[in-house]
């Protein structure tokens, strides 16, 4: 299988841009129109990602070591969309088609057979994980809404009960439904350890366009039932016992508060924690209580809130990543970064500056876990 060959197509496939998806899916939904209805109504942002997503995982198969076990967690999650078995043949001969009308003479036979092929690989590893985890796990879980709390204009933390364990490790993400928006899924990282009694912590900040975090924040109340996805992801997990340096902007806190819960946990008292928590006014602080209740009770936790654009701040200002860095590098450490794409982009260039290496920086920017489809990519994508 020539990989170099299937990259080289992709990108230029790739180059067409919108009119990619739009050939995807009409030839998806005329030879298979009953599988429509697995897709939202408004397929506006789904359609780009998916094809996007799709050709990405496919023609990086050379890097499947990497990616299975993020490829299993992604085929046990498809379930919650009443993906089977099935659905992946026609999903995979659209795709081809769509590449041999892109491609024209550049599509040989020799090429057709390498895409099947890495197509093929890739849909094993998602449909075998999906049946296994059928035995054991739901599609999805249901969650009831105890708690709604409004944290400012855009922001919203919800208390919820599954109907079941969600079986998640700290630091990792799940996808919710609500019944407001049918169909469309976004991820979120519990601010929760796992608990016996099923209880979720979820942190939701309202982005523009956004049609699910607006109505988790604006619409959802008190009874309401979400649905969960199974958790993916383990970049920001920790399974090793050394010090760890936190830094999170806005609602990139959640799957840290859910670390520090799982640290209280331990038996190791001697684990140094450091979390930088930043905002751009003190008001967006949202959570700040809590940090300093989990500080009391943590002696080796250490919480600095940091503003960038409040002058009225009497702690640290400046960009969060910035101010962590001033206390690095840490040895001995490993660091964790969550937040958004500029936020961690820019605190990944900061902390290389400051001396730390690569291999101990962990992160996570949101930008993968948006949307399910864009999932797929994540082993390309995450440090």
């Known amino acids: ?3 170099a060959r299937l990259r080289s197509s992709w990108n230029t496939v790739a180059g067409f841009g919108g009119g990619v998806p739009l050939f995807f899916y009409s030839t998806l939904f005329l030879t298979r129109p009953h599988l429509r ?3 939202p109504a408004g397929m506006s942002a789904q359609r780009d990602k998916l094809v996007r997503a799709l050709g990405r995982v496919v023609a990086s198969v050379d890097e499947l070591d990497a990616a299975v076990p993020f490829l299993r967690q992604l085929g046990r999650d498809h379930r919650k969309f009443a993906v089977t078995a099935d659905h992946y043949p026609a999903v995979g001969q659209a795709l081809l088609t769509t590449l041999e009308h892109f491609l024209g003479e550049e599509w040989t036979p020799e090429l057709a057979a390498d895409w099947a092929a890495a197509y ?20 999805w879980w249901n969650g009831e809404v105890l708690r709604h709390e409004r944290r400012g204009l855009d922001v919203a933390v919800l208390t919820i009960r599954t109907d079941r364990p969600l079986g998640y490790r700290a630091g990792q993400s799940v996808s919710v439904e609500t019944a407001l ?13 796992p608990r016996e009694d099923n209880l979720v912590e979820l942190h939701v900040r309202m982005v523009d366009g956004g049609t699910v975090s607006s109505a988790l ?30 830094i999170a902007g806005g609602t990139g806190l959640a799957p840290f508060k859910a670390l520090l819960g799982q640290i209280a946990n331990e038996s190791l008292p001697s684990r140094r924690v450091e979390l930088y928590v930043g905002a751009r006014t003190a008001r967006e602080l949202y959570d700040l209580p809590a940090l300093r209740a989990l500080a009391s009770a943590l002696p080796e936790l250490r919480v600095v809130p940091v503003v960038s654009d409040d002058p009225r701040f009497g702690g640290p200002r400046g960009t969060v990543g910035e101010v962590a860095v001033r206390h690095g590098p840490w040895p001995g450490r490993e660091v964790y970064v969550c937040g958004s794409p500029p936020m961690v982009s820019a605190t990944r260039n900061l902390l290389a500056g400051a001396g730390v290496a690569a291999e101990h920086v962990h992160w996570e920017d949101f930008s993968g876990y948006q949307d399910p489809a864009e999932a797929g990519v994540g082993f390309l994508t995450r440090g």
Do not use: C, N
């Open 1 to 3: 299988m020539d990989t």
């Open 120 to 139: 093929k690989i890739v849909a094993d590893v998602m449909t075998a994980a999906a049946k296994e985890s059928a035995h054991t796990t739901p599609a």
């Open 181 to 193: 928006r049918p169909r469309i899924w976004r991820y979120y990282s519990p601010a929760t350890a």
């Open 37 to 39: 209805e697995l897709f």
């Open 217 to 246: 924040v604006q619409a959802v109340r008190p009874g309401d039932v979400l649905r969960l996805g199974a958790p993916v992801g383990s970049r920001l997990t920790i399974e090793h016992e050394r010090d760890v340096v936190l």
